[in-house]
């Protein structure tokens, strides 16, 4: 068994063999990959970043052979502050370019990224500093109106293990971040290809989002991988509209495909039309990756033809399921090609091609990036169903990971015996091999992309004096997909209370904004199954049913 770190399951040998043998795994560390392609082409611009245009300021562009040398000196600096190998960072930054001078900084040196959202507030992010025992923490000074210096305070002083806080822009009481960088370093130990480059986070079911450890080798591999699907060389120009340390935006093909391409990576401060639609003129975008509300919007507005759109020649759409209405009027309005994605933090990455006939595009998720992609289609008792039949997706793959990182007992439920990720979808596959999302068995939200896991929202619910007991589900909805329900049962004692009150009381205790139940239901008991558990399928219907009532779905927002 190859263990990446003790913290986590590692590929077993014999899989690790035949991923090499077989090529996926090239032996290669993402700091070596920077460097190669700054050797190969260092005046190639490698980021665009335009935050600076809103006050006047030309965008900032880094060369290939300016970010290696940036990578270079931040990692002596982080060196020189005690950050080494198998630390823990806590990232979270807005896409700014810094983010990748940082991250390339941390894998030279073998330490680890936590990749936070910038949704992600006290709760979120006193867990992954105090869960990963993390040494430092990266954040902005303030970005959207939030001042995360402020929060980082509150972190700091909470978090024994965390040493040092770095902050692009004002640091305020900690450090800046400008102020990290040192003359380069002779890097001893760097890390090996097969050992962690990472710590992404999993949307989840469970109580506390949960950490997925992916090595150099896997996490390249699915970069190339992509790549090749979604047509990315040295031409291409990745417009990074999505937050960028989230999965999808990261590597598929994403930001870091784009880098492995030798391609250029425009960061885009929000993804609005309004902000993205002149960077993508600009600048030449080609591709770009959106969640499905997001897609929307964007077909929309292209119609008002304010914007040449004409060199973008792919949309990724993925991280929930894209309706085949939204997905028929992505080429007319936009005039370029969908590409369906169906991916996860986790590994397994599928992608419609680019050459599948439309109507494969418009009504599938794709299929797997590898030939070694294994999927597997079961009933509740893991039993495989016959071809085309509905059930729970499995897969095990070349960059799919064997365990979450200090996680053993979820990892006894969340993989088979051997090897297989329970992935919580419900799918079934067409004749030629692509996936249909159908559905989901795992107890979570899918909020036009963004993951809630309905534990997390009932534990917090749950702290409320008034509460006795509470059941969140998702209910249907015409731009996100779903949103959240929180249903609830009043102690009896207890006074009334508002919904707005329950709202309150969640976002109070410090949970990202997307986390906050959309609707909150009084309700006296909870409709059960027949062993007696609480059925969120008949909460489902019963929410869905009533927002069918015209009056009620009038005032849902
Ligand atoms: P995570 O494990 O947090 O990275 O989230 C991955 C999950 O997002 C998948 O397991 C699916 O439930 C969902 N997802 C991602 N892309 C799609 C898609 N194109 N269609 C439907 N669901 C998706
Ligand atoms: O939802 C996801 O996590 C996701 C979607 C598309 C993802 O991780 C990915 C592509 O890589």
New binding site residues.
Partial sequence: MIQPTIDAPGYPAEFAERYRAAGYWRGETFGQMLRERADRHPDRVAVVDPTGTAHGEEARRWTYGELDARADRMAAGFLAHGIGKGDRVVVQLPNVAEFFEVIFALFRIGALPVFALPAHRDTEIRHFCAFTEAAAYIVADVAEGYDYRVLAGRIRADVPTLRHVFVVGEPGEHTALADVPADPVVIEDAPAPHELAFL?????STGVPKL?PRTHDDYLYSLWGSNEICGVDEHSVYLCALPAA???PLSSPGTLGALYAGARVVLAPRPSPDVAFPLIEREGVTLTGLV?PLALVWTEAAAAGEHDLSSLDVLL??????SEEAARRVRPALGCTLQ???????G?V?YTRLDDPEETIVTT??RPISPDDEIRVVDDADEDLPPGATGH?LTRGPYTIRGYWRAPEHNAASFTADGFYR???VVRLTATGHIV?EG?A?D?I?RG?E?VAAEEIENHILAHPSVHDVAVVSMPDDYLGERTCAYVVLREEAEPVRSVAIRKFVRERGLAAFKVPDRVEFVDAFPQTGIGKVSKKDLRAAIAARLREPAVAATQH
């Avoid at 992404?200 to 989840?204: H, K, Y």
């Avoid at 369906?340 to 986790?346: I, L, R, T, Y």
């Fill in positions: 992404q986070l999993s949307g989840g997925i989230h999965n999808f499905p759409v993925g991280g929930a399921k894209f369906q994605v169906f991916g996860m933090a986790e397994l599928n998720q794709g997706l992935t919580g979808d999302v989901r795992k979570q899918n992309g993951k």
